[in-house]
């Protein structure tokens, strides 16, 4: 029964592969943890497996298609939307490297302005290491740990 549809509406059945194929490679491969990003990623990797490969290798892609029965005008279709999409991968990328280098900076200054109000910020070859030998009850140190 599906053969028989996707012979009778290949663009249909075609473009419904695609999206499934988006959906699958987008959220088998997410990393995100909060929801809008999650969404965001499962979009991006979704038009890079579908529209890259368009753009960028169009006649293998044409080939490819054609053994699926899908039209010339679905392909050219696919091939013009694939700037837009290209060019709207790019944006949602640049947001994600955005909020990384945000959060790295605001991390690396957090880190920065607690240690210097700690009073803890010194290079590393000026940190003392001090050891912590066992005590008496009188505060000695108990002699076999000096050695």
């Known amino acids: 029964m599906f053969f028989y549809f996707w012979i009778r509406f290949p663009d249909l059945f075609f473009v419904f592969f695609l ?7 987008g959220i088998s491969d997410r990393e995100s943890k909060s929801a809008v990003q999650k969404k965001l990623e499962v979009l991006l990797r979704a038009v890079i497996i579908i529209f890259f490969p368009v753009k960028f290798h169009i006649e293998e892609i044409r080939e490819i298609f054609f053994f699926f029965f899908v039209s010339d005008n679905l392909i050219s279709s696919l091939f013009y939307w694939s700037d837009f999409f290209l060019h709207f991968s790019f944006f949602i ?55």
């Open 19 to 25: 999206i499934l194929s988006g959906i699958h490679f």
């Open 93 to 147: 990328l640049s947001i994600f490297f955005v909020k990384f280098l945000l959060k790295k900076i605001s991390i690396n200054l957090l880190h920065k302005y607690l240690a210097k109000k700690l009073g803890h910020l010194k290079k590393p070859d000026e940190v003392v290491i001090v050891k912590k030998f066992p005590t008496t009850s009188t505060g000695k140190v108990i002699k076999r740990f000096l050695k």
